[in-house]
């Protein structure tokens, strides 16, 4: 159930304004067809996922979305409080795989990667998914 809730607590905190629907509306408006079909399918996945959420995650809550964010929210915390630990004893990591990719995909179009957007590299070390800040981790 805490898997869940964390799960289901991130996807609520892409679907923010700067989130999936921004992220495909910049698809779509790039030019680029394969941009869009990605986001197109991201975007379908993002409706997936809410979708399952709400009729298996929020439904234990009887429904009420506040109480099922209030846990997520717990949740969420009781995984980033253990996190750096896990990543010490080798248990997970967080590779920035942007950079490769985008390099990647420059050099497949005879293109000169960008310094600002190699640069791009993003983790919940220090905030969480709904942006709010994390204030200690062990």
């Not at 629907?21 to 790039?30: I, L, P, Q, T």
């Not at 964010?69 to 995984?79: E, I, L, P, R, T």
């Not at 993003?122 to 709010?132: C, E, I, K, S, V």
Request: glycine share 8%.
């Amino acid at each position: 159930m805490e898997r869940q809730a964390v799960l289901w607590f991130i996807e609520q905190g892409l679907m923010t304004k700067t989130g999936k629907r921004y992220e495909w509306e910049v698809g779509a408006e790039s030019g680029d067809p394969l941009a869009r079909l990605f986001q197109d399918y991201d975007w379908a996945d993002e409706v997936l996922h809410a979708r399952i959420g709400r009729d298996w995650y929020v439904s234990q809550f009887n429904d009420d979305t506040a109480k099922a964010a209030d846990y997520g929210s717990a949740c969420w915390n009781k995984v980033m409080t253990g996190w750096e630990q896990w990543r010490a004893d080798g248990l997970t990591r967080h590779r920035n795989w942007w950079p490769g990719l985008y390099a990647e995909h420059c050099r497949l179009l005879g293109l000169t990667p960008d310094t600002a957007v190699m640069s791009f590299s993003t983790n919940y070390g220090t905030t969480r998914a709904d942006l709010q800040r994390i204030a200690a981790s062990g």
